[in-house]
């Protein structure tokens, strides 16, 4: 079975649904392939997301969808992947399913918008308090932690400078590499200088109950009480399916596009997390989605332009 649509959008966060909005409103036929298992799926409460600061992310989805089910020419498959997209003779194929290939769809153009893979550090029930007491979002979380205890845990070079920014909303911030030599003397005296403190000892437990952190115990002994805080994750793309097109990425995994969201395969955009130097708000990568179906409308009638 093959069904041919204008866009094929894979990924259905917040820039593959916004797309499907824009894209849907300006006559296009668009599918939308999610395997709806997203990134922030711990994560109770979203916010910085204008007019609807401190809903659950899951409910901003919902709320979208619902939307989307008034346009006759978009359909959504949620619990859906694609395991593959090569270029066809009406542009590109896609075969889509749940556990496997199940049907091929063919699409004019393509936006990729699977976001990042999220890996934590490897510390003892960290799942446990991620998304209720810590959280990977400084600008989406610090000010409900403001003039707290707060932990920064991570092993990733930017920690000191992750460290320095929670600083501006707490003078109570001690710094845990859980045994990685990823600050340096100099880093390490900044941060002492900002009142902040660095533990390097590997962490042996979180404690606390019901997702609320109280404290972190250390290898050599320490005890430290804390009310909350923030774990820097370690991100990378999942591009295999994208091995019969491969546009470019960057050695960190991200897709490399052009200011409109144009990767370097014509005919295939990208927006979001998986084009993006880091993880972005769920409001800015909304935006870089209705800023890149706006580049496809235009691009589909041979109007060249930038957004």
């Known amino acids: 079975m093959t069904d041919e649509y204008d866009v094929l959008i894979v990924g259905g966060g917040p820039a593959g649904l916004s797309a ?12 939308l392939v999610d395997a709806d298992r997203p990134r922030n799926a711990a994560t109770l409460v979203s916010h910085g997301f204008l007019t609807r600061d401190g809903v659950p992310p899951h409910e901003l989805r919902r709320i ?8 006759p020419n978009v359909e959504v498959r949620t619990r ?25 769809v ?24 991620y998304g209720v007491s810590l959280f990977s979002c400084v600008a989406c979380d610090a000010w409900d932690l403001r003039d707290r205890r707060l932990a920064l845990i991570g092993e990733s070079d930017d920690l000191a400078s992750r460290a320095r920014l929670i600083a501006r909303w707490t ?14 003397a100099d880093e390490e005296a900044e941060l002492v200088a900002l009142g902040v403190d660095v533990q390097r000892s590997p962490i042996v437990e979180l404690q606390g109950e019901k997702g609320m952190i109280t404290g972190i115990r250390l290898a050599d002994g320490g005890e430290h009480t804390v009310d909350g805080g923030f ?8 591009l295999g399916y994208l091995r019969g097109i491969a546009p470019d990425a960057d050695e960190r995994g991200h897709l490399i596009v052009d200011r409109s969201g144009r990767t370097s395969r014509p005919g295939v ?29 235009h691009d589909s009638v041979g109007i060249t332009t930038t957004h």
């Open 269 to 297: 955009y990208a927006a979001g997390d998986i084009a993006a130097p880091g993880p972005q708000q769920l409001m800015v990568a909304a935006g870089a989605g209705a800023r890149v179906a706006a580049v496809m409308v």
């Open 80 to 104: 859906q992947r694609v395991f593959g997209i090569a270029e066809g003779a009406a542009g590109f194929e896609a075969l889509a399913g749940r556990r496997e290939p199940a049907e091929q």
């Open 20 to 31: 499907a909005l824009n894209l849907g409103r300006a006559l296009m036929r668009v599918l």
């Open 231 to 238: 774990v820097q994750p370690q991100w990378d793309a999942d």
């Open 106 to 129: 063919t699409a004019r153009m393509v936006l990729l918008a699977t976001g990042l893979r999220e890996h934590l550090p490897d510390v003892p029930n960290l799942r446990g308090f």
């Open 171 to 184: 003078a109570q911030l001690t710094v845990f590499t859980h045994g990685s030599d990823v600050i340096t």
């Open 64 to 71: 979208a969808r619902e939307e989307l089910a008034s346009y």
